[in-house]
């Protein structure tokens, strides 16, 4: 069998199984259907460089390996403009991707090394309009609730549903 051709990784942090559904829920509710290809996600790093594929799996085991799972919780909602996102608050997992932010750091993306918002976007692509009326009806009801954080896991991303490459799990 011929090895797959080399493509970006990209990095995200893995929920329990709980928020993981609960958040897809909101994107099947939410996301244009046409567009809703993945799981609900937090994404890290949106594009490292293939070459980088075996230091980065020793890093994400180094950083999961026996260590507890980051404190979270999804703090507020975010407008995307033609969009929503919930925004996930946690310094810890926020120190996570500054320790892979500083091991890359030359190698990052313009996109990768501009600021990061942790966030999971449930509705995308949509007028404006549709994004401001979802948003005012979430902020209605919504109040803040602790986050379980499972691991982190890299993608090979290939122009389609991205392939799990690796994933590591917090203690």
């Excluded at 797959?4 to 609960?22: K, R, V, Y």
């Excluded at 810890?92 to 892979?100: G, I, K, N, P, Y």
């Excluded at 602790?146 to 691991?151: C, E, M, S, V």
Aim: proline share 9%.
């Amino acid at each position: 069998m011929t090895p797959p051709e080399p493509a970006p990784i990209i990095i995200t942090a893995l929920f329990g199984h709980e928020d993981q559904a609960w958040f897809d829920r909101q994107r099947r509710a939410y996301f244009p259907p046409e567009r809703n290809v993945l799981a609900a996600h937090c994404t890290m790093f949106h594009h490292l460089a293939p070459e980088l594929a075996a230091e980065l799996k020793q890093r994400l085991s180094a950083l999961t390996r026996g260590v507890p799972a980051p404190v979270a919780r999804v703090g507020g909602l975010m407008n995307l403009g033609r969009g929503v996102a919930y925004r996930i608050e946690s310094p810890d997992l926020e120190s996570v991707r500054a320790d892979l932010a500083d091991a890359f750091g030359a190698m990052l993306t313009p996109q990768d090394r501009a600021g990061w918002r942790p966030h999971v976007t449930i509705q995308n692509k949509v007028e404006p309009s549709a994004a401001k009326a979802l948003l005012a009806e979430l902020l209605v009801g919504f109040s803040p609730r602790p986050l379980k954080i499972a691991g982190l896991a890299s993608w090979w991303y290939r122009g389609g549903p991205w392939e799990v490459f690796s994933r590591h799990m917090f203690a």
